[in-house]
């Protein structure tokens, strides 16, 4: 699977972004997709988690109750809205996808810039 994301850009605190990240082939639906995010000079650090029917998500305690992840399977595509965004939001975003939840990633994207001013 390949993976295209995008809807990044300058925002400032307190805005909102929605990320998506387009996926090709046809197994879209039997990846669980993540999001995560590396911000200049740290490690990339894991964002958020939706499971293959969207029935279940994860998130990282710092976005909890502000951001969201969601999928649409019949457009191949996965979505994070990013609320009461902050300065230490600023980092590129990326997304990836991997068979099972124990497995390895199968796929990531290039990423998008995301940057929130203060």
């Known amino acids: 699977v390949q993976l295209v994301e995008s809807g990044g850009g300058l925002v400032q605190a307190g805005g909102s972004l929605r990320l998506s990240c387009a996926a090709s082939g046809r197994t879209f639906s039997s990846y669980v997709m993540d999001w995560f995010r590396q911000a200049p000079g740290k490690e990339r650090e894991f964002v958020a988690r939706?499971?293959?029917?969207?029935?279940?998500?994860y998130y990282a305690d710092s976005v909890k109750g502000r951001f969201t992840i969601s999928r649409d399977n019949a457009k191949n595509t996965v979505y994070l809205q990013m609320n009461s965004l902050k300065p230490e939001d600023t980092a590129v975003y990326y997304c990836?996808?991997?068979?099972?939840?124990?497995?390895?990633?199968?796929?990531w994207g290039q990423g998008t810039q995301v940057t929130v001013s203060s």
């Open positions: 939706i499971t293959l029917s969207g029935g279940s998500t």
């Open positions: 990836a996808a991997k068979g099972t939840v124990a497995g390895s990633y199968d796929s």
